[in-house]
Structures are given as structure tokens and as C-alpha cells.
């Protein structure tokens, strides 16, 4: 038996690498130990990225735990159950997986997941509350503060001027609704609106957006975060644009760094970058325009009145001095998942209390007392964390909390923590990748 199954390992290799499903296995310690073909277009990662590495090191869960852990927490199978998850790139994926406890001997070894991407799809269905299936317009976009006032009048002017477009700015600024006004705004306006989304490694997309593109002459085409594409497929779209530039065509890219350091590292291709850079335009963090939170959450507030006949009507002002003092890593999509979970909770508050936000924010914000803090980072539903999970958020809630007692100075608190300033640095940078 054991000469046949030798026999077999050929073929089990090829059928994971070729197959249509992503194959993610871990071992009883979180380290990914098989990671297909499928998988890394899926999640946008090298194989080199995953080996020997936590899936906690890899993925950003935000609220909910991975399935894979879950799994190897429980010994029991999770199926059918859709995810939405981060890669250590910021870029937002969602799957529906089945996933399997492995047990050998009787003894569990690690867990094993089936993943279908549906991340497309989701972009398409869930466009949270400003989507009343009306065309995104520069109008609905809230832009009180002077820099994105600059941003909406930059995007008028791309739009009257029909040249190519690089947005700029961090994950959740709203790239995406800056693309879709300015397609909106194009006169006359292109009959389609295709976004390449880009943090698939597929060596075929190019070839299948071609076909798409081929069956019309008329469209805007948004590259979603093009320096995520590898440099023979940024090669790739740079010819099939330089081929396609004529017609009723407007072509939009956006980038989540700042160019000259992308083109530096090798990560954006020069040509590609000059192609899409006609028009420039920076997003600024929600941190550097604060003058937006409070409209923006008018604007949520009233849509959801309308949709959901929710009596929410406004925060306290205690809650709007905690988000204006909050950095917002994940910007304005931060803040409206966060509204979305608070107001779906609520029955008949009539304002946002800050015994109503999440747990989780509370403890981010560093305003929630020990013991709740305690009792987050040890236990989620009530049952103890896996090992890696409690120190992951152990680390990140103690490293905050150092930070803020020595007043963000990094040397001051590297020194009281006996670390080094590099180390620290890095601890820091990756606590902000991973949120």
C-alpha cells in the first residue's frame, strides 16, 4: 500500500498545482505547509511569502478569526462560509471555503481549506450604503476638507480633458468612487466601466481582460493598484494599452505608495507608471483631513435612515473627539465597516455612544480599560485563542501601550522596552500593515 501511494505522489502534486479550487494546508502550528497555483492568484503572494510563516504574520482577519484556525481550534469542518480577509499588500480578498481538520493516527496534524474567490463578485454586490444603484458622481463624494475639494477639482479637469488618470493614496481612501465619478463625468460618457483588479498573479488576466476589452470600443478601464501586478504583467498591460488608446476610451490606474519609491524597489514599471500619469491626483489619508469625518458620517447616517429606517441620528461628542484622535489605517472604508457594525447592532439608540462601538475599536483606540482588554486578546466567543492569535494581539496591544505612555517617541520607547530602534521600527510597521 505504502509503494502504491509513492507511486501516486506525482500525480497528487500535479492535481493540486492545476487545480481550480485554492489549496491551502496548515500544520497543527498555523505554518503553511501546501499553497497551489490557485491560491497565490487568489491571494496575490509568492510561494516564498507563505513558507514557514503563521498565516497570523500573513493576513489581516480583522473581526472575524480565520477558518483555517478555527478549524484547527475546533477538530471540526467549516463549510460553505464566506471570508474577507487582507494580504500583508492591503488588498481586500473574499472566498467561500470548505475547510478540514487532517488528523493522522488519530492524531490532528493541521487543517486544510478549499477556497473559491468571489472577491470581484463581492466588489460588485456589496458597495456599502452611497449605492442606491445610481451612478457614482463626484457629488456624492464628501470632500469638505481643502485637499479633497483640490482631488475632486483635479478629477473634473482629467475628466473634461479625456487624458489618463493615476490615483495615489492609501487602502480605503476611495480610489475606486474617484474612478467611477470620472467616468461619469466623461462627456460623452463611455458605455463601460471595467475594473482589473490587480493583486492576482494569473498569467492569463491580461489575455482575458483583452477579450473582454475586444468586445467594445467604447469603456474606461480602472487598474486597480497596477504595482501589485508582477513586472512581465505590468509589460503585458503596458502593450495592450498602448494598442488600445484610441476610441471613446478613458484608462485609470491607481497605486497605493508614492511612485518614485515603487519604480526605486521594482515594484512599478517605469513606462507603465508614465502611460498612466497624465493626471496625478493624491489622495490624502482620512488622518491629514479630518474636516471630513463628521460630514462623511452625516451623509452614512442619513442613507441608512432612508434605506433601513434607522433612528440613528449622530455621535456623541466624546466618540467624535476619539475618531478625530484615531489614525484610521484603513481610512474611509475603516470608518464605514465600523459604522455598518455599530448601526446593524442598535434597536433604539437615537446617537452613537462610546459603549456602543465594537470592543475591538476600543481596544485599537487604547481607551478601553485592562480587563476588558484582557478578556479581548485571550478569549473570542467565549472560548480560549490559539496560542499564536493571544501573543500576535498581546505584542500589538503592549507595543501600542508603551507608545503612548513615552508620548510616540520610538527611541524612548525602544529603550524601555530593551529593543532596539530598527526592531522596533519594524514590530511598528508591521502592526500597521496588518490592521
Same mark, same amino acid.
Given at each position: 500500500?505504502?509503494?502504491?501511494?509513492?507511486?501516486?505522489?506525482?500525480?497528487?502534486?500535479?492535481?493540486?498545482?492545476?487545480?481550480?479550487?485554492?489549496?491551502?494546508?496548515?500544520?497543527?502550528?498555523?505554518?503553511?505547509?501546501?499553497?497551489?497555483?490557485?491560491?497565490?492568484?487568489?491571494?496575490?503572494?509568492?510561494?516564498?511569502?507563505?513558507?514557514?510563516?503563521?498565516?497570523?504574520?500573513?493576513?489581516?482577519?480583522?473581526?472575524? =478569526?480565520?477558518?483555517?484556525?478555527?478549524?484547527?481550534?475546533?477538530?471540526?469542518?467549516?463549510?460553505?462560509?464566506?471570508?474577507?480577509?487582507?494580504?500583508?499588500?492591503?488588498?481586500?480578498?473574499?472566498?467561500?471555503?470548505?475547510?478540514?481538520?487532517?488528523?493522522?493516527?488519530?492524531?490532528?496534524?493541521?487543517?486544510?481549506?478549499?477556497?473559491?474567490?468571489?472577491?470581484?463578485?463581492?466588489?460588485?454586490?456589496?458597495?456599502?450604503?452611497?449605492?442606491?444603484?445610481?451612478?457614482?458622481?463626484?457629488?456624492?463624494?464628501?470632500?469638505?476638507?481643502?485637499?479633497?475639494?483640490?482631488?475632486?477639482?483635479?478629477?473634473?479637469?482629467?475628466?473634461?480633458?479625456?487624458?489618463?488618470?493615476?490615483?495615489?493614496?492609501?487602502?480605503?481612501?476611495?480610489?475606486?468612487?474617484?474612478?467611477?465619478?470620472?467616468?461619469?463625468?466623461?462627456?460623452?460618457?463611455?458605455?463601460?466601466?471595467?475594473?482589473?483588479?490587480?493583486?492576482?498573479?494569473?498569467?492569463?488576466?491580461?489575455?482575458?481582460? %483583452?477579450?473582454?476589452?475586444?468586445?467594445?470600443?467604447?469603456?474606461?478601464?480602472?487598474?486597480?493598484?497596477?504595482?501589485?501586478?508582477?513586472?512581465?504583467?505590468?509589460?503585458?498591460?503596458?502593450?495592450?494599452?498602448?494598442?488600445?488608446?484610441?476610441?471613446?476610451?478613458?484608462?485609470?490606474?491607481?497605486?497605493?505608495?508614492?511612485?518614485?519609491? %515603487?519604480?526605486?524597489?521594482?515594484?512599478?514599471?517605469? =513606462?507603465?507608471?508614465?502611460?498612466?500619469?497624465?493626471?496625478?491626483?493624491?489622495?490624502?489619508? %482620512?488622518?491629514?483631513?479630518? =474636516?471630513?469625518?463628521?460630514?462623511?458620517?452625516?451623509?452614512?447616517? =442619513?442613507?441608512?435612515?432612508?434605506?433601513?429606517?434607522?433612528?440613528?441620528?449622530?455621535?456623541?461628542?466624546?466618540?467624535?473627539?476619539?475618531?478625530?484622535?484615531?489614525?484610521?489605517?484603513?481610512?474611509?472604508?475603516?470608518?464605514?465597516?465600523? %459604522?455598518?457594525?455599530?448601526?446593524?447592532?442598535?434597536?433604539?439608540?437615537?446617537?452613537?455612544?462610546?459603549?456602543?462601538?465594537?470592543?475591538?475599536?476600543?481596544?485599537?483606540?487604547?481607551?478601553?480599560?485592562?480587563?476588558?482588554?484582557?478578556?479581548?486578546?485571550?478569549?473570542?466567543?467565549?472560548?480560549?485563542?490559539?496560542?499564536?492569535?493571544?501573543?500576535?494581539?498581546?505584542?500589538?496591544?503592549?507595543?501600542?501601550?508603551?507608545?503612548?505612555?513615552?508620548?510616540?517617541?520610538?527611541?524612548?520607547?525602544?529603550?524601555?522596552?530593551?529593543?532596539?530602534?530598527?526592531?522596533?521600527?519594524?514590530?511598528?510597521?508591521?502592526?500597521?500593515?496588518?490592521?
Amino acid at each position: 500500500m505504502r509503494k502504491k501511494i509513492d507511486a501516486l505522489s506525482p500525480f497528487y502534486a500535479f492535481a493540486i498545482e492545476h487545480a481550480a479550487l485554492g489549496i491551502h494546508a496548515i500544520d497543527n502550528h498555523g505554518n503553511t505547509i501546501i499553497y497551489n497555483n490557485k491560491m497565490k492568484q487568489i491571494e496575490g503572494l509568492a510561494l516564498e511569502d507563505v513558507q514557514d510563516r503563521s498565516i497570523l504574520e500573513l493576513f489581516n482577519f480583522e473581526h472575524e =478569526e480565520s477558518t483555517l484556525l478555527k478549524v484547527l481550534q475546533s477538530r471540526n469542518e467549516l463549510l460553505n462560509v464566506k471570508q474577507t480577509y487582507w494580504n500583508r499588500n492591503g488588498i481586500e480578498i473574499t472566498t467561500v471555503n470548505d475547510t478540514y481538520p487532517v488528523f493522522e493516527n488519530g492524531n490532528l496534524i493541521g487543517a486544510i481549506e478549499l477556497s473559491r474567490d468571489i472577491t470581484a463578485l463581492e466588489k460588485v454586490l456589496h458597495q456599502p450604503d452611497s449605492k442606491s444603484n445610481k451612478p457614482t458622481t463626484f457629488s456624492e463624494i464628501v470632500a469638505y476638507s481643502s485637499s479633497m475639494k483640490t482631488v475632486i477639482s483635479t478629477a473634473k479637469k482629467a475628466a473634461k480633458a479625456k487624458l489618463s488618470v493615476l490615483l495615489i493614496g492609501e487602502t480605503g481612501t476611495g480610489k475606486e468612487l474617484i474612478a467611477e465619478s470620472i467616468h461619469n463625468a466623461l462627456s460623452p460618457s463611455p458605455q463601460y466601466f471595467y475594473t482589473l483588479h490587480c493583486h492576482s498573479s494569473d498569467p492569463f488576466l491580461i489575455d482575458r481582460l %483583452l477579450e473582454d476589452l475586444n468586445e467594445s470600443d467604447s469603456y474606461t478601464l480602472f487598474c486597480e493598484r497596477i504595482e501589485l501586478l508582477s513586472i512581465p504583467l505590468q509589460k503585458k498591460l503596458l502593450a495592450l494599452l498602448s494598442k488600445s488608446d484610441s476610441g471613446n476610451r478613458q484608462f485609470i490606474a491607481s497605486i497605493g505608495d508614492d511612485p518614485v519609491e %515603487l519604480i526605486a524597489s521594482g515594484n512599478l514599471l517605469k =513606462e507603465l507608471y508614465y502611460f498612466f500619469s497624465s493626471f496625478a491626483i493624491r489622495i490624502p489619508p %482620512l488622518r491629514k483631513r479630518l =474636516e471630513d469625518i463628521m460630514p462623511f458620517i452625516s451623509a452614512y447616517l =442619513e442613507q441608512r435612515s432612508e434605506r433601513y429606517n434607522s433612528v440613528i441620528q449622530g455621535i456623541t461628542p466624546e466618540v467624535e473627539k476619539l475618531f478625530k484622535q484615531y489614525n484610521w489605517p484603513g481610512n474611509m472604508r475603516e470608518l464605514e465597516i465600523l %459604522l455598518d457594525e455599530v448601526t446593524s447592532l442598535s434597536s433604539t439608540e437615537t446617537v452613537i455612544t462610546y459603549n456602543m462601538l465594537p470592543l475591538h475599536f476600543r481596544v485599537k483606540t487604547g481607551n478601553a480599560d485592562d480587563q476588558s482588554i484582557e478578556d479581548f486578546i485571550v478569549y473570542r466567543n467565549k472560548e480560549l485563542l490559539p496560542l499564536d492569535e493571544y501573543l500576535h494581539a498581546a505584542e500589538e496591544y503592549y507595543i501600542n501601550k508603551a507608545m503612548k505612555l513615552h508620548d510616540d517617541n520610538v527611541t524612548k520607547t525602544a529603550n524601555a522596552l530593551g529593543m532596539s530602534r530598527q526592531s522596533l521600527q519594524y514590530r511598528l510597521r508591521k502592526i500597521k500593515n496588518e490592521r
